[in-house]
């Protein structure tokens, strides 16, 4: 692998603020605004849009293993190596800066994905959303009172969710900070749920131990959203995390590391300098508040 210099851009500006910082740490979420100009949106809707088309075209949904039509809800993950518009937004300058000042410099991406969620035809099914914090049997296999954070999502939006009814993400604030949420029996929701309102080109942070909750889409609008999980290194990738060779090839450092490049294994563990450039570039800008 050729040596290549560090070319993450950034500015001072879009890194995390305190306020922001504290938002995140109470709360487990954060909406950041118009962190997509329109041409990125257009380009990130239509590498969805072209995806979307090719499985509707054959029919057959290979998440569900079952038959799909425009009607149903559509998520595919593992999409970085798709198409260029969506590795670009690894390290978008919007975001990642509030990335790393969530969790440090010992990250990559261990997971992506998108969400369509077609407009309902007809009366849409009330049913009692489905409550739960993210990453399956860890919050089964760690011991402890309080779960380790772990990981955090960015969701770009693509779609105008500023109103309810449009499949929102709905939240408890707050509920990252213990492991167990009560849920009403009869359904309704719990204490204290909103439902988060975005619009399009805006981005939606969450702690991965917040409890929240799909909705359906009542709305005339088809709502699109793409999601990135970011991690500490030593975490398993969720899904496939396909990389290509020529995807490593063409990256600066900074992007390999978040690809998941390592020297070896252990270096998951222990990393040294050639695994975490992050590291280095952090110290470089920001001194030794990144140790």
């Not at 990130?44 to 979307?52: I, K, N, P, Q, R």
């Amino acid at each position: 692998m050729p040596a290549r210099a560090i070319m993450l851009n950034f500015r001072p500006e879009d890194c995390l603020t305190p306020e922001e910082k504290s938002a995140f740490e109470s709360q487990g979420f954060l909406v950041i605004k118009d962190v997509l100009p329109e041409a990125r949106a257009v380009e990130l809707e239509h590498a969805v849009d072209a995806l979307h088309r090719r499985v509707l075209d054959a029919g057959y949904d290979p998440y569900t293993k079952k038959a799909i039509t425009s009607q149903d809800v559509f998520f595919l993950s593992n999409v970085l190596h798709r198409d260029p518009a969506f590795l670009h937004l690894i390290d978008w300058h919007r975001t990642f800066p509030k990335v790393w000042g969530i969790l440090g410099w010992n990250i990559a991406c261990y997971h992506s994905h998108f969400l369509i969620n077609p407009a309902l035809t007809g009366s849409a099914k009330q049913s009692p959303l489905g409550w739960h914090q993210d990453s399956g049997r860890v919050n089964r296999d760690l011991e402890g009172e309080l779960r380790p954070r772990l990981s955090l999502k960015v969701g770009f939006y693509l779609s105008d969710c500023s109103a309810p009814g449009r499949a929102n993400t709905w939240v408890v604030p707050g509920s990252h900070l213990k492991n167990n949420l009560d849920v009403p029996a009869d359904g309704s929701l719990p204490k204290g749920a909103i439902p988060v309102l975005v619009k399009r080109g805006d981005a939606l942070f969450f702690d991965r131990r917040l409890f929240h909750a799909g909705s359906p889409n009542v709305s005339e609008i088809t709502r699109k959203v793409v999601f990135y999980g970011y991690g500490y290194r030593w975490l398993r990738p969720k899904d496939n995390m396909t990389v290509s060779d020529d995807m490593l090839y063409f990256s600066d450092p900074i992007r390999r590391q978040l690809l998941g490049a390592t020297t070896d294994f252990n270096a998951y563990f222990s990393p040294n300098e050639v695994d975490v450039p992050l590291r280095s570039f952090l110290r470089e800008h920001f001194g030794d508040q990144f140790e």
